[in-house]
């Protein structure tokens, strides 16, 4: 059907900012705010759910929640030390929130009184933080929620003609911020929009059309979510003949897409996750901190993101005081440590065509090279990983990733071949495979004497 407001563009972008955000693949989202100071608690009752919706959590009303800006002085802010953990944890980009949808502006915006310039130190976290990260060659997309719960004329629905000329005084307010972000920080990537799934925003798919529009002509060749854009019949991510919107699929929250789904392998997305079950904002309780995931769990979150041709936006929520937490810092090492060494398997890459899914881990292909990578996650009590080859490949070596050494493997048919593997091994286990197409009519490969030992 013919659309006024539907998808900008056919097929995926492919200039030099979009290629780059694609080979770089990981990412470190920052959730940081005046939500990080209460942590989950209030008036001495803590509430399990998103630190960030604390607000709703404990009925807090706009004013008084807006108290909390006499206590953001964020003592321990120090932008070149969370670039710093940000190169650590091996990021290429970092998404930080510019406004949440408390409303509350890490940057001194013109639009409002109620951001960091009338907090104690009065700090452009945002300025601070692009010049910190830019600096360390960590690219910055800058995270703006269109749910704004302190704006006056912010909506959820239009049902009145006073709705509808509020919610046009909100979008004017909010399109002015964004002008705004990008005049006063030309030199961000992208923009990760949200809070764009009530009634009023879906309704005003002309709004995110034409906001994309400005963001794109201020900063060209700016990259924006898909979760920004709605047509003008409602339709969100995709348009109502199915084009995505926007540079980049966004609709994986806390989910991957199941290890055997290629069909996302057809555009770019990227999935969000967080390393509680779910609190994107520091939440200090102690029902929460159990829910922590794993480091490998996140690792894993990784290679499979990584197999499927999408990126992966780790969540950080840094403490009130600007600080990182030990289980965010041990993260940071255990991940920054493999992904040193392991790299090559991630960075660069994409899904491995023609090679299934195969059970014990993932497949990644560089997509320059067309290495192929098997990405070990979960290790059989045999020891033994099979490989179910492409039609008419053969694999003529392998050699472990980390270490760069010769790894012995059997040839089992002409379809198959076998890794042993030390149950004892460091997983994820990353081996790079040298792989030639075969030609049907030769012998069929012997098993390598300089390998035999299976
Ligand atoms: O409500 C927000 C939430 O706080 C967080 O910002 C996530 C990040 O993708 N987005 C919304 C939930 O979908």
Redesign the pocket.
Known sequence: MPLMYGAQSEGRRDDETMRRFRHDRFGQ?I?WGLYSIPAGSWNGVTYDY?A??LPQSAGIGPARWAGLVDDFAAPEFDPEAWASLAADLGARYVTV?AK??DGFCLWPSSLTDFTVAATPRGRDVIGELVHAYTARGIAVHL?Y?V?DWHHPDWRYAISSSQDEEAFDRYLSYAGEQLRELATRYPNVRGFWF??T?DESVKANGRWSWEIECMLKRLIPGAIVNSRLRADEHGARHRDSNGALMGDYFSGF?RRLPDPWDRTVTAEDWEA?VTIPQNS??YHAGAEVARTHKHPLELLEQLVQAVSLGGNLLL?FGPRGDGSFAPFEKDVVHTLGAWLETNGACIYGCGPADGWDYPGWGYYTADAETGAVYAVVTRIPVSGAIALQLPERTRVRNATAVATGRPVPFAVRDDRTVRFEVDRASVIPLAFALEVEQRDDTAEQPEVNPDLAGI
């Open positions: 989202f959730h998103a960030e919706f929130t949440h949808h995270y929620s749910l949200d809070g799934w929250e969000c994107w904002g969540n």
